[in-house]
T-cell receptor, first 113, second 114 residues
Framework: GQQVMQIPQYQHVQEGEDFTTYCNSS?????IQWYKQRPGGHPVFLIQ?????EVKKQKRLTFQFGEAKKNSSLHITATQTTDVGTYFC?????????????FGKGTKLSVIP | DAGVTQSPTHLIKTRGQHVTLRCSPI?????VSWYQQVLGQGPQFIFQ???????GRGNFPDRFSARQFPNYSSELNVNALLLGDSALYLC?????????????FGPGTRLTVL
């Protein structure tokens, strides 16, 4: 089936350090979505990328979609304790009129104050 | 406006039993999707419904079924529960069906199967 691989699984950083999580697929993706899930919470949509080479920024967060649309990254500059949580990438796959959103396993970010 | 609501919050069942989970989407959203999230993993897609029709089905056994009602709320049913069904079940709503739409997740139902 369709898979989206995400690395690393865990990342521990000192507050103020940068953080990056990567998402990869063996097939071309139609789009990539990023979600954040705080401990004990539910996933919250961050952004969607659809164009080859697309780069979007949200304050300290930078999202990129690869030129071949097979990979994506989320980069956080100068992490804060509020950035703690698990970051998931996901992509919609379609076939025969059916749709499915497939998530990676997520990267759990811990920020040490 | 209220977000996606799910009930119950927590549920404890024993193996072999049946369970029904409920979801109310955000007002105006016509699509509801269900996901299973095992601890330490990403959400796994179970179903998507739009206008009461199934629009997507993940790789889950036939013990899992769902339906959507005229008011766009939805139920997820799981029969013959197994220990491995213990997970957080998330419901998400969106304005339309299909790909490239933002999913608004509810708080989830924590199911424990003993």
């Amino acid at each position: 089936g369709q898979q989206v691989m995400q690395i690393p699984q865990y990342q521990h950083v000192q507050e103020g350090e940068d953080f990056t999580t990567y998402c990869n697929s063996s097939t071309t993706l139609s789009n990539i979505q990023w979600y954040k899930q705080r401990p004990g919470g539910h996933p919250v949509f961050l952004i969607q990328l659809v164009k080859s080479g697309e780069v979007k920024k949200q304050k300290r967060l930078t999202f990129q979609f690869g030129e071949a649309k097979k990979n994506s990254s989320l980069h956080i500059t100068a992490t804060q304790t509020t950035d703690v949580g698990t970051y998931f990438c996901g992509s919609w796959f379609s076939g025969a009129g059916s749709y499915q959103l497939t998530f990676g396993k997520g990267t759990k970010l811990s920020v040490i104050p | 406006d209220a977000g996606v609501t799910q009930s119950p919050t927590h549920l404890i069942k024993t193996r072999g039993q049946h369970v029904t989970l409920r979801c109310s989407p955000i007002s105006g959203h016509k699509s509801v999707s269900w996901y299973q999230q095992v601890l330490g993993q990403g959400p796994q897609f179970i179903f998507q419904y739009y206008e009461k029709e199934e629009r997507g089905r993940g790789n889950f056994p036939d013990r899992f079924s769902a339906r959507q009602f005229p008011n766009y709320s939805s139920e997820l049913n799981v029969n013959a529960l197994l220990l491995g069904d213990s997970a957080l079940y998330l419901c998400a709503s969106s304005t339309v069906s299909g790909g490239d739409n933002e999913q608004f997740f509810g708080p989830g139902t924590r199911l424990t199967v003993l």
